[in-house]
C-alpha cells in the first residue's frame, strides 16, 4: 500500500490563471510552514519543477527529495495564461464557460484540456507508485490535486472541480491493488 501526501503550494497572491508562469510562492507564514512540516510524515518528497512547488517542497526540509517532475506541473492555460477570468470572457465567454462548467476536452488556445491534464498526472502518479514507496508527499498545484481527487473518488471532473484546494493544504490518498482511497481532502494542518 501507498499513501500519497499531496501538497498545494503556498500562495502567489496572483488574481489571474496562474499555470505553466513561474511565480513564487509566499513562504512568510512560518507557522503553517512547521504546522505542516509536522503533520507530514517523514517521506521521500517530489514536487512539480515550477518555482513554486519546488521552493514550498524544500521548506518542508524533506529527508529524501526526489528530483522535480514537470510531469507534476498546474494546468497550462496556454493563450489564457495570467489573464483574469474576466478579461478572457469579454473575448471568449463560450469557451472559458465550457472550460470550468464543462470539463474535459475544450482547451485554451495553445494550452490543455482537462483530460489532457489528468492524463499527464496520471501517468506521473502511475509511474511513482511502481517505486514502492509507503508514503510519498507531492507537492503541487490546485488542477494535479484535483486530477487525483477525480481519480480516487471516481468521479467525473465536473464533481472534481467542487473541491476546494486551499494553499498550504494536504490532501492523502491511499491505493493497494490497484484500489484508491481518499482521507482528507484539503486538510489544513
Same mark, same amino acid.
Given at each position: 500500500?501507498?499513501?500519497?501526501?499531496?501538497?498545494?503550494?503556498?500562495?502567489?497572491?496572483?488574481?489571474?490563471?496562474?499555470?505553466? !508562469?513561474?511565480?513564487?510562492?509566499?513562504? +512568510?507564514? &512560518? #507557522?503553517?510552514?512547521? $504546522?505542516? *512540516?509536522?503533520? =507530514? /510524515?517523514?517521506? %521521500?518528497?517530489? !514536487?512539480?519543477?515550477?518555482?513554486?512547488? +519546488?521552493? &514550498? #517542497?524544500?521548506?518542508? $526540509?524533506? *529527508?529524501?527529495? =526526489? /528530483?522535480?517532475? %514537470?510531469?507534476?506541473?498546474?494546468?497550462?492555460?496556454?493563450?489564457?495564461?495570467?489573464?483574469?477570468?474576466?478579461?478572457?470572457?469579454?473575448?471568449? /465567454?463560450?469557451?472559458?464557460?465550457?472550460?470550468?462548467?464543462?470539463?474535459?476536452?475544450?482547451?485554451?488556445?495553445?494550452?490543455?484540456?482537462?483530460?489532457?491534464?489528468?492524463?499527464?498526472?496520471?501517468?506521473?502518479?502511475?509511474?511513482?507508485?511502481?517505486?514502492?514507496?509507503?508514503?510519498?508527499?507531492?507537492?503541487?498545484?490546485?488542477?494535479?490535486?484535483?486530477?487525483?481527487?477525480?481519480?480516487?473518488?471516481?468521479?467525473?471532473?465536473?464533481?472534481?472541480?467542487?473541491?476546494?484546494?486551499?494553499?498550504?493544504?494536504?490532501?492523502?490518498?491511499?491505493?493497494?491493488?490497484?484500489?484508491?482511497?481518499?482521507?482528507?481532502?484539503?486538510?489544513?494542518?
Amino acid at each position: 500500500m501507498t499513501r500519497l501526501w499531496m501538497v498545494r503550494h503556498g500562495p502567489t497572491h496572483a488574481k489571474s490563471m496562474v499555470g505553466w !508562469s513561474d511565480l513564487p510562492a509566499d513562504l +512568510s507564514d &512560518t #507557522a503553517a510552514i512547521a $504546522r505542516l *512540516r509536522t503533520y =507530514l /510524515p517523514d517521506a %521521500p518528497t517530489i !514536487s512539480s519543477d515550477l518555482i513554486r512547488a +519546488s521552493a &514550498t #517542497a524544500d521548506v518542508l $526540509r524533506p *529527508r529524501i527529495r =526526489l /528530483p522535480h517532475d %514537470p510531469s507534476l506541473r498546474e494546468i497550462n492555460f496556454g493563450a489564457w495564461e495570467l489573464r483574469s477570468f474576466r478579461d478572457v470572457q469579454a473575448e471568449d /465567454p463560450n469557451t472559458i464557460r465550457a472550460y470550468w462548467e464543462q470539463p474535459g476536452t475544450i482547451a485554451p488556445p495553445d494550452g490543455e484540456s482537462w483530460n489532457m491534464v489528468r492524463r499527464r498526472v496520471d501517468d506521473a502518479v502511475d509511474a511513482l507508485l511502481t517505486q514502492g514507496h509507503e508514503n510519498l508527499i507531492i507537492v503541487a498545484h490546485f488542477g494535479v490535486i484535483l486530477t487525483q481527487v477525480q481519480r480516487a473518488l471516481g468521479i467525473d471532473a465536473y464533481a472534481a472541480f467542487s473541491h476546494k484546494i486551499d494553499n498550504l493544504s494536504v490532501t492523502d490518498m491511499h491505493i493497494a491493488d490497484g484500489q484508491w482511497w481518499v482521507g482528507k481532502i484539503n486538510h489544513i494542518p
